[in-house]
């Protein structure tokens, strides 16, 4: 683990110095820092991803299952999850009034969009992601 830690940080330009657990630590924090500004960066765009999200959130209001079911890491979900949910554009979707019909209408719109994603990847020859359970 050590080691994996050690060609990490040299990967990435971090003191080597550090004991090992200081570089896990350090390593850790700089992921967390990318992964954030990630999130950050899709602050003004409905991607794919936050609108399965919304769709599943609606299912039962657990944002950690809801990402989950979403296709988001199990290691990032929960936190995911809870930042999606103060995301204003989620904020503003999950307030709306929505009845079963918009509901089924919305997860039926999502499935289509998956299918046409499907035919895309296959066009271009990409991997093709697995289906949602």
């Given at each position: 683990?050590?080691?994996k ?112 994603m ?16």
């Amino acid at each position: 683990m050590a080691a994996k830690v050690y060609a990490l940080g040299l990967a990435f330009g971090l003191k080597v110095s550090l004991s090992g657990e200081a570089m896990i630590k350090n390593f850790m924090r700089i992921r967390q820092m990318g992964f954030s500004s990630r999130l950050k960066a899709h602050r003004h765009i409905l991607t794919l991803e936050t609108l399965k999200f919304i769709a599943e959130y609606l299912v039962d209001g657990n944002a950690k299952q809801a990402a989950l079911r979403a296709g988001i890491p199990e290691t990032y979900a929960a936190r995911q999850g809870q930042w999606l949910k103060k995301h204003a554009m989620v904020k503003s979707a999950l307030e709306r009034d929505l009845d079963e019909r918009d509901i089924r209408q919305l997860h039926r719109a999502l499935h289509e969009i998956q299918q046409q994603m499907a035919i895309c990847e296959e066009i271009l020859g990409l991997p093709s992601q697995p289906p949602p359970e």
